[in-house]
Every structure is written in structure tokens, then in C-alpha cells.
């Protein structure tokens, strides 16, 4: 492996090789692989388990290494570090690694630097598929007739970023549910001018990542929110699956919810895959380069009145990009990307943007969910937010601090809300400069 932020392995079976997984590039100077983690995992017959550059009492991060649950048959060196040390010894029979990590601690204070053992994570039975942290792929749909399947365009439904699609898509959703037929959002941007509702029982696919994208008056009123889209009605029980698709808003959506989950799944989980929230960034956005150009150069304006200010411009939106509400249990989310736009995708040099939205995940479900390889990014006040919940699986998150910040920064753009349990920032900017950051988690 020569590169990366970071990587999440799970499930992996690596039989018969020389050596089954290399993250030293070339030497601790070059280490390019910021941390790997490999869980729930086996490997069989192979000399050396995992080399790395790394060297004892390293006060870098890069090469970070986590193992757990990772059952070693035949294996010499569990873990070989720098200049052929042997870091962790393995085994000519069969044993598992409960928990063993290089890098930096925080338990809770650090940075403390570790090289050996550590406790394993607690893991409730809830999010476990015997052993290991329960897994799902993505539903293909390839052996479904294709009778089974109901079109939007086929609906009626235009797609093509001006007409609103709405009412549509919305009798297509519920009727296809009823019948137990599968959703088929055809390529398209289908603008909708109310919350698209899916109810339980509902199977959602796209092609070629379609856009569901909210806009007008009713999602612009900041207190009182409204989701773009809503899967299951408050406490509504069932099952929903729903993939390949983007939620998005039109111009400045300060009450847009992208979405707000409330199905509850107690047998089966619902699952979202490869389902993303963008703000602006995108033809038919309203909030491009000509709507939202970067102004790094252009001062803070006072923080009296600026919040009126920031609401002018075409990319705003205060709410949730995702709310995952208070009783839900039973949600896998899969390559969920939450974007707000810090560069146009559709200019050719890609140029910087400045898109203010104010919150990224809200996570209050009751319990038993799991976020696998995640992404939130560019939220003014944080981009994950866990809070009153318990039993979530969260394995390989990802998130970028607004690119305008520090000017703005967090403290201006969106007052926190203690009903939200939002950051109090007034308590964690304390850090010599005065300069507030939104939180990564």
C-alpha cells in the first residue's frame, strides 16, 4: 500500500501468500499510509501477518496500525516494524488477536504513544452476525424480473431539474411499496417542492446516481425544518432499502432536512448504499461559482447582523444533512457521503466555492446502527453528532472542516441550539487564537 488517509479491512481472508498486507511504502520518512485498521478478519498459511515502517515510541501517526478479532493460522510474526523487528510474534498453530494497535492513545488524555496490546471494544450482541460486527452488501437486484421493477420516467415523472417532479414520484413510491415492487429512479435531477415520503417496505435503486433535489418556499423556513426526504413516519416500523442515489437542494434551503430516518427495523436492518447528500457544487444547484464564489481575501464581517448576511447568499442551509431520529434501531448505511460543495464540480478547473451549511450527521437513534465507510464534510458546526444513543458500529469515518473557516468561522454563521445539542463553542475555542472550528465528531 503506498497511500491513503486511512484504511478500514473487515472480513478479509488472505491465504497463502508471503506476506498479507504491507503499509510501508518504502521507509518511515515516506510513510503515506496514515492508519489501517483490520478487523474480523483471517490470515492463513502466510510467514508475516502485517510489516509496517513504523519504530518504537514513534511520535508520528503516519502508519497508525489496529487489529482486532483477526484469527492467525500459521503465521510466523504477527506484525514485522521497522528494520525486521518483530513487534508481534504469531504463531505456528492457530490463535486470535483480541486487540493490538501502534500509534497514539487518547484514554482520554494523549497523544501517548503505544506499540502492544489493548483491550478489545465492548460489542453488543445487537450489532453482531456471530463474531463479527454484522455486514451487508449492497442489493444488486440481478436475478428480480424486470416486471418487478417501477419506473419514474415511466411514471410520468420529467427529471429534468425544472419541473417538480413531486407528486409524482411520491404516488410512484407509495403505490410501488403497496405492491412490493422495486423503485427505479431513472438518470435525472427530479426537482420536488415537498418532502418525498417512503414508506416501509420500500425498495429504492438509481441509475447513474440520480438527484433528488428539494426546492421553493416550504423548505426555507429555518424554524421549521423539513426533511427533503422522509423514510417511514415517526416510530413506523419495517424495512426499507435504498441505493445509488443523491439528495440535493436548490439555492438557499435554510429549513431543508437532506434526510430524516425514522423507519424502525427490528428484524432485518434497513440499509442505505452509496447514497449521498450534496449542497451546491452541481448544474441546477443555484449555488455554483457565479452564485457562491470563495472570498478568502474578504474580512469577517461584524458578528452583529452577520447571520442575516450569511442567510443572502444562494448556498445556505441550516439543518441536518441526515437525522437519524430518536426511536430508530436497525439502520446499516454504506458509503454514505454527506457533501457540502467546497469547489464546483461542473467549472473545469474545479474552483474553491463557499456553500454555508450548518450541520452534518445527527445520530440520536435508539441503538443498533452501523456506519461503514462514511463521509461528512464542510459543515459549519460539526459533521458527526452522536448523542443519546448507544450500540453504533462506526468503521472508517471521514470528514473535512469547512474550507472558509476561519473566515468565518464556527461561532458566526449558525447559532449553536442546546435542543440539538449542538457544540458550545463558546467552551471549546479556547485555543489561543480565539478562532472557532467546527467539530469532526
Not at 169 to 193: C, E, H, N, P, W
Not at 209 to 223: D, E, K, L, R, T
Not at 313 to 339: D, I
Request: aromatic letters at 10%; proline letters at 6%; charged letters at 15%.
Amino acid at each position: 500500500m503506498a497511500w491513503d488517509w486511512g484504511w478500514t479491512f473487515k472480513s478479509m481472508s488472505i491465504n497463502n501468500c508471503k506476506v498479507g498486507l504491507n503499509i510501508t511504502n518504502t521507509s518511515p520518512a515516506s510513510q503515506a499510509v496514515g492508519s489501517a485498521t483490520f478487523i474480523d478478519s483471517e490470515i492463513n498459511n502466510t510467514p508475516i501477518g502485517v510489516v509496517t515502517s513504523h519504530a518504537p515510541n514513534a511520535t508520528y501517526t503516519n502508519g497508525s496500525l489496529v487489529l482486532e478479532n483477526v484469527k492467525l493460522n500459521n503465521v510466523s510474526t504477527a506484525v514485522q516494524g521497522a528494520d525486521n523487528a518483530t513487534f508481534l510474534l504469531g504463531t505456528d498453530g492457530s490463535t486470535t488477536i483480541r486487540g493490538w494497535a501502534q500509534g497514539h492513545s487518547y484514554t482520554p488524555n494523549g497523544p501517548y504513544s503505544i506499540l502492544g496490546d489493548i483491550p478489545a471494544f465492548s460489542r453488543p450482541q445487537a450489532l453482531l452476525d456471530g463474531d463479527k460486527y454484522y455486514e451487508r452488501s449492497k442489493p444488486q437486484y440481478a436475478d428480480v424480473p424486470a416486471d418487478q421493477f417501477m419506473s419514474a420516467r415511466s411514471a410520468g415523472a420529467k427529471g429534468d431539474g425544472d419541473t417538480d417532479d413531486y407528486q409524482i414520484l411520491q404516488d410512484l413510491v407509495v403505490r410501488a411499496a403497496s405492491m412490493g415492487r422495486i423503485v427505479f429512479i431513472d438518470a435525472g435531477v427530479y426537482k420536488i417542492t415537498r418532502t418525498l415520503y417512503v414508506p416501509n417496505e420500500s425498495e429504492l435503486v438509481g441509475e447513474g446516481y440520480p438527484v433528488i433535489m428539494s426546492s421553493g418556499s416550504f423548505f426555507a423556513n429555518m424554524q421549521n425544518p423539513q426533511p427533503v426526504v422522509q423514510v417511514g413516519q415517526p416510530a413506523e416500523e419495517g424495512c426499507a432499502e435504498w441505493s445509488d442515489m443523491i439528495v440535493a437542494t436548490q439555492g438557499a434551503q435554510p429549513g431543508a432536512v437532506g434526510i430524516q430516518w425514522n423507519l424502525v427495523s427490528s428484524g432485518t436492518p434497513s440499509g442505505m448504499w452509496d447514497v449521498h447528500v450534496r449542497i451546491g457544487g452541481f448544474a441546477a444547484s443555484q449555488s455554483q461559482l457565479a452564485d457562491c464564489p470563495a472570498t478568502p481575501d474578504v474580512g469577517i464581517p461584524p458578528a452583529s447582523g452577520s447571520l442575516s448576511a450569511y442567510k443572502l447568499v444562494s448556498g445556505f442551509s441550516c439543518q441536518p444533512r441526515v437525522h437519524v431520529t430518536a426511536r430508530v434501531h436497525g439502520l446499516y448505511m454504506e458509503n454514505v457521503w454527506l457533501w457540502t460543495a467546497d469547489h464546483d464540480l461542473d467549472d473545469a478547473t474545479f474552483t474553491n466555492i463557499t456553500v454555508y451549511a450548518g450541520r452534518g450527521l445527527n445520530m440520536q437513534a435508539e441503538r443498533d446502527v452501523g456506519l461503514v465507510g462514511n463521509s461528512v464534510e464542510h459543515h459549519s458546526l460539526y459533521q458527526y453528532q452522536l448523542s443519546d444513543t448507544r450500540a453504533v458500529f462506526m468503521g472508517q469515518i471521514q470528514t473535512e472542516t469547512a474550507y472558509y473557516q476561519p473566515n468565518p468561522d464556527a461561532s458566526l454563521a449558525f447559532a449553536p441550539v442546546a435542543t440539538l445539542n449542538d457544540p458550545q463553542l463558546s467552551a471549546s475555542c479556547n485555543n489561543g487564537s480565539g478562532q472557532c472550528f467546527g467539530w469532526g465528531l
